[in-house]
């Protein structure tokens, strides 16, 4: 956990507290408004309804959108319910966007209505053509805030120019360069342009090898191409090749964020239950489907007990390896399932190809049986002093390890090539597989060789 | 996975191949030279040892560094040892110290001592150091090629220079104003520094509420604070204060992803088997020794099961929900347990505080085991005729379930506040203590009421 600023935090806190609770005006703007916003927000969180209303009252609407982009979605909720509807308009007149739309999208449809018809109307179109867009595509994560040039401009005048555009973009670290039709011809980093002589022309020293994307490409397939080109930013264009928004780098981060919180949900099965700010009985809710269902894989594993229950009846120690021949299915399978899961993730296997992992999953499942072979066949005559126990323990392990490790791997892959329900390669579900064929090779085994027991 | 630029790249990628093939040496330069890195590094790992001897001889060692930095660590090494050592030592004089250093660091020392005696004396130095830092600290990943400018410089000045400092500059995007002793007085971005008057100067403009890590700050917590502020990179400062570093955004994004796969290794405690490009029997090695000490629980929990073996002789039908007891054990605990894991990496609890999540996990079970509860008190006296069987098995379930989400809400939190080694609350661990738990549970009450039975 980051603890680090802290002290330098209670530092400057302690006097801006100070000043907002002794209503000191000027002091308080003075100290306030040169935080930078992420401090902001830190002093807002802690305010009681009291305290906030101060605050309202010492900075405008424009001065607290920075924090207002800062909170949480819920926290965002409750700062304007408790705002004049002017104020509120003010703070949306302000922050990017993408943010206003971010926003919005999480709000019934009369309250988000009712917020755009209170903005300028060139903003509100342009939150209403993001909100138009699915919220997990580039389209949806874009901003519209970007800087355009010309191929004709002089590198000097782009600088100049920059003084007026820039502070309302939402990166001036990439400008785009379009025809006279508003296609996309080039991008031309500012590192480039403060290299160049003051004299050139952007055609001279724009690049044309763009990389972009479209409108409706996953977020996650947005992040995975800028992490791949280092990019601080991506052009967003349309079908017909039109630049209509950028995505920067720190919404790809939260973006990376979110896509391995879905990953370990799918992994677990806990099917959005995973955030934290949930109720225990909307987590509940959430997790229950999965669990009932698990129970009914339950009945069927226990069905694979109970047609063996004369071989269990006769040797009731057999019982003993249950969990043995369970756990070690149920995990050799989830090892090989998260291997696979995150080298999909990650695009690690771009290269070699997925049957590759799937090869190296069944060998080292071949290898494992090999080794807890050999560990059985030592352990378990000394515990319970019969060897045929430990052969007819080991050969099911052996073969147990061999399957549930190719399960693991192959049912991600093949989910991820037919666009199958991915919640079928979660843990519980390969776990429930692997133990009924453990259970069925163990109990096929036992019953065969049980008269030598 | 990324396809989206596929068509693009064969679109280029055959001219280029047909360049270098011909041998057309000015042709294949132009056309090559001119790409992305990351794009002529897909092209390079295609070709064969012929076809990159020609490349070799095609563009010089400062043009082929940008290749070399895109390449993964095995394919590096595999191109030094094709190269002359003048040719080795242009590459390695050209790309960014810090990287150098990574690469260095996993050479022998005798190999990396060679190479760092051939490149130049000043940038061997600042390798040397770098080296010096342990690899997951901000010390570890920082670059050494930054911009420092001073309080007094003139706004145009600091834009004229740019032109010349920009082009070895890891960014230019955060310029840092040291005072004459060399101590970080203040920050300037180039969107501020492109805004502010030309006649204006750093010190009037400057921010002065920075924030730094210092060189042995662990790399995680430098990606937490960057992702929190929304840096695109952050400075490195000694002990004493004094800039020695900065850290960028694409390494932050390369240290998130690294930190996921870690937690997902720790998570199913496969102890560094999930890299896919290691072969089955190191994966198998790595994934081993956890393996085998699951079979040794596995003989606990067995032994669990023999304790209870003459209730087992006398109700055979009790052993067919042992996987039912284990398998919802062992998941409503992964589940908690991933919660809470990923609720400490993404500091989502810094708030609230994780015994809200530890009490938000136990009502959670509660809820879980009166729902399914209610389940099997319908279906198991369907299935199995039996309604005191059912009471005996709901009421295991519901006690096993609340026990076992505090278990895996509460370990994690445990381990975190005490340092002790993560691996105690990977699934494994977590799944084989609920399930000895569970069974305790369900054998005590079974046998206590099995004349019911």
Do not use: C
Request: charged share 20%.
């Amino acid at each position: 956990m980051v603890k680090l600023d802290e002290v330098n935090q209670t530092d400057y806190a302690t006097d801006v507290l100070h000043a907002l609770k002794e209503q000191n005006k000027d002091k308080f703007r003075n100290l306030f408004l040169d935080l930078h916003p992420q401090n902001q927000v830190d002093i807002f969180v802690q305010l009681n309804r009291q305290l906030r209303d101060q605050l309202y009252n010492m900075i405008g609407g424009e001065e607290f959108a920075s924090v207002f982009e800062g909170l949480e979605l819920e926290k965002q909720k409750q700062v304007i319910s408790e705002l004049s509807d002017k104020y509120v308009a003010h703070i949306f007149n302000t922050i990017p966007t993408d943010e206003v739309a971010d926003f919005l999208a999480e709000l019934e449809t009369v309250h988000a209505n009712k917020i755009l018809n209170s903005m300028n109307k060139d903003r509100s179109m342009i939150v209403r053509e993001l909100l138009s867009y699915p919220i997990e595509t580039a389209g949806g994560i874009m901003a519209k805030e970007f800087v355009t040039i010309k191929t004709t401009d002089k590198v000097s005048d782009v600088i100049d120019n920059l003084r007026f555009t820039a502070p309302d973009a939402e990166t001036i670290y990439y400008l785009y360069v379009l025809d006279p039709k508003g296609k996309l011809s080039g991008v031309l980093s500012l590192r480039d342009l403060i290299i160049a002589p003051a004299f050139e022309t952007v055609g001279n020293i724009m690049g044309t090898d763009i990389v972009t994307v479209t409108t409706d490409m996953d977020q996650e397939d947005v992040a995975k191409l800028m992490k791949r080109y280092d990019f601080l930013a991506v052009p967003v264009v349309t079908k017909e090749g039109l630049l209509t928004g950028i995505v920067t780098v720190d919404d790809v981060i939260d973006v990376m964020d979110e896509e391995v919180s879905e990953d370990f949900d799918e992994f677990i099965a806990a099917k959005g239950g995973m955030d934290v700010n949930i109720s225990s009985i909307e987590a509940a809710k959430k997790r229950a489907p999965w669990i009932v269902m698990l129970i009914f894989f339950g009945f069927i594993t226990g069905g694979v007990i109970g047609q063996f229950e004369e071989s269990l009846e006769q040797v009731v120690v057999l019982a003993a390896f249950i969990p043995l021949i369970m756990d070690s299915a149920g995990n050799a399978g989830t090892q090989s399932l998260a291997v696979v899961v995150r080298a999909i993730a990650t695009d690690s296997l771009e290269k070699k190809g997925l049957l590759h992992a799937v090869r190296r999953e069944f060998g080292t499942g071949l290898t494992l049986g090999l080794i807890t072979g050999i560990v059985l066949l030592i352990v378990v005559p000394i515990v319970y002093g019969s060897f045929s126990l430990a052969l007819i323990v080991a050969s099911s392990l052996f073969i147990t390890l061999s399957i549930s490790t190719i399960t693991g791997a192959v049912v991600p892959v093949l989910i991820n090539k037919s666009k199958l329900d991915p919640a079928i390669a979660s843990g519980p579900f390969i776990t429930t597989f692997n133990d009924i064929v453990g259970l069925i090779v163990y109990f096929t085994i036992a019953t065969t060789f049980i008269h030598y027991l």
